[in-house]
């Protein structure tokens, strides 16, 4: 069983930058597809970015394109969520979530899923 624990939220103003990360317990993680799904209050969750088991193939949804990226560090079992230019919109609660699938694609194939850390942006 996988276990997934994010820190590196928190609060900034608008145009700063966070960088959330996610460490994983066991190196089976290595294997996985990874992403960051976020959730506004009463809202489902929705993709910002995954990546493939090797790293070589990423996706970022439209809203954050060109401002957050997804990054993995398979020798520590970690992936990143760079996060720059943050505007309001982007509040909301961030998960880290892991697949037994190397190359997932839709949220109902991440099987294990972290406490979830809170990004507040203010104007």
């Known amino acids: 069983q996988v276990q997934l624990v994010e820190s590196g939220g928190g609060v900034v103003q608008a145009g700063g930058a966070l960088r959330p990360s996610c460490a994983a317990s066991?190196?089976?993680?290595?294997?996985?597809?990874r992403a960051w799904v976020r959730q506004y209050p009463g809202k489902g969750r929705a993709f910002v970015a995954r990546?493939?088991?090797?790293?070589?193939?990423?996706y970022d949804a439209s809203s954050v394109k060109g401002r957050f990226t997804i990054s993995t560090d398979n020798a520590e079992n970690t992936v990143y969520l760079q996060m720059n230019s943050l505007i309001p919109e982007d509040t909301a609660v961030y998960y880290c979530?892991?697949?037994?699938?190397?190359?997932?694609?839709?949220?109902?194939?991440?099987?294990?899923w972290g406490q979830g850390t809170q990004v507040t942006v203010s104007s």
């Open positions: 979530a892991a697949s037994n699938s190397p190359c997932a694609i839709r949220l109902s194939e991440y099987n294990y």
């Open positions: 990546i493939n088991w090797s790293g070589g193939d990423t």
């Open positions: 066991e190196r089976t993680f290595s294997r996985a597809a």
